[in-house]
C-alpha cells in the first residue's frame, strides 16, 4: 500500500518561511501530477499549488508570488517553499498525488495525512 509521508510543518512567526515535503513511502511505477493543498476547520480543502510530470505549475491566487512549489523526478518527491507566510495561511496542509504504483496497476489519487502550519501574527 502506497502512503504520502509528508514533513516540514511547524510553527512560524508572520513573514517567516517553511518548506514542505512529500513523496511516497515506497518506490512506484509512475507519477502524474503532484500538488498541496490547505484546509482549516470547517472549510473545505483547497488546493494551494499544482506541478505537472513536465514541471508546469498552477498556484492558487493567494500565494502567488510567496509560495514556490517545485519536484525532484529522481526521488518522487515535491516540495512547497512557503515564504512571507501570513496568519492566515495557518492550516492543516495535503499533499496529493496521482500515482500508479505498479505496471498493472491503475492510475489514481493518493493523500498525505497533513501537517499543521501555524502562522503567528
Known amino acids: 500500500q502506497v502512503q504520502l509521508v509528508e514533513s516540514g510543518g511547524g510553527l512560524v512567526q508572520a513573514g517567516g518561511s517553511l518548506r514542505l515535503s512529500c513523496a511516497p513511502s515506497r518506490s512506484i511505477f509512475s507519477i502524474r501530477s503532484m500538488g498541496w493543498y490547505r484546509q482549516t476547520p470547517g472549510k473545505q480543502r483547497d488546493m494551494v499549488a499544482s506541478i505537472t510530470s513536465g514541471g508546469s505549475t498552477n498556484y492558487a491566487d493567494s500565494v502567488k508570488g510567496r509560495f514556490t512549489i517545485s519536484r525532484d523526478s529522481a526521488k518522487n518527491t515535491v516540495y512547497l517553499q512557503m515564504n512571507s507566510l501570513k496568519p492566515e495561511d495557518s492550516a492543516v496542509y495535503y499533499c496529493?498525488?496521482?500515482?500508479?504504483?505498479?505496471?498493472?496497476?491503475?492510475?489514481?489519487?493518493?493523500w498525505g495525512q497533513g501537517t499543521q502550519v501555524t502562522v503567528s501574527s
Open positions: 496529493n498525488s496521482n500515482i500508479r504504483p505498479n505496471w498493472r496497476d491503475d492510475w489514481r489519487d493518493y
